[in-house]
């Protein structure tokens, strides 16, 4: 099977910043990826490029065996997105909300399937009939949750998806996360949650000098561990 993603020495600049520099990254389906790095270190440029927004420099991307060079829209449909900061309606309820992105994305799912989808991703059956616009952060993040998995995609990427979850959110998404996994669904993430990357990845690159550096089993590497790689990581 033709892996769901496949970036090869892909290179991105900024003027004279070089943001990526020769990432290669290949994801099967059922993998978990969680993309370690501190701030700035090109996590959300990479989600942009695989995405097509962003053009590489260099290198290429393929999304189940397409470049994404060749035709952008149409790879994105292989993807759901949650992105840093989910942009949904103020003045639809999340219930609207949902439903209104997954007509955007060709699904037509009924009132039950919507409800039990923001359920799921732990948003209160009180809150899916009340105006986004009074929605904490989470509760918004709930919702980004919701509409990535109605896509049914069979790439995931994520940035920094557990940022203003509760323990409880977090935990939950994370279940969220390994159940779709177990059906096939190739996950990206990018994070700084250690305590969900023991949680829930497979896989740990951690993202330094525009490159994935080097891999960590998170099975076998302990919280304090990968503690230690990041804190080492954000020295150099
Ligand atoms: N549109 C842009 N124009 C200029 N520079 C950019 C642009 N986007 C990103 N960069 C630069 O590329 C580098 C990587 O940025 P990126 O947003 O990918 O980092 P990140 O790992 O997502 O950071 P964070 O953890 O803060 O979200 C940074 O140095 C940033 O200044
Ligand atoms: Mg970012």
Redesign the pocket.
Known sequence: MKPALQMDNVTRR??E?V?LNGLSLTLQAGEVYALL??????????LNLILGFLQPDGGSIHVCGEPVAGDAARTRRSIAYLP?QVAIYPELSGLENLRYFSLLASKELDDATLRQLLSESGLRADAHDRHARNYSKGMRQKVGIAIAMAREAKLLLLD?PTSGLDPLAASELSGLLRAAAQRGVAILM?THDLYRIKEVATRVGVLHAGRIEREIDPQTTGHAALEQVYITQLAR
Do not use: D, I, Q, V
Not at 37 to 46: R, V
């Open positions: 900024f003027g910043r943001a790095a501190p701030n700035g270190a090109g996590k959300t440029t990479t840093e920094e990018a």
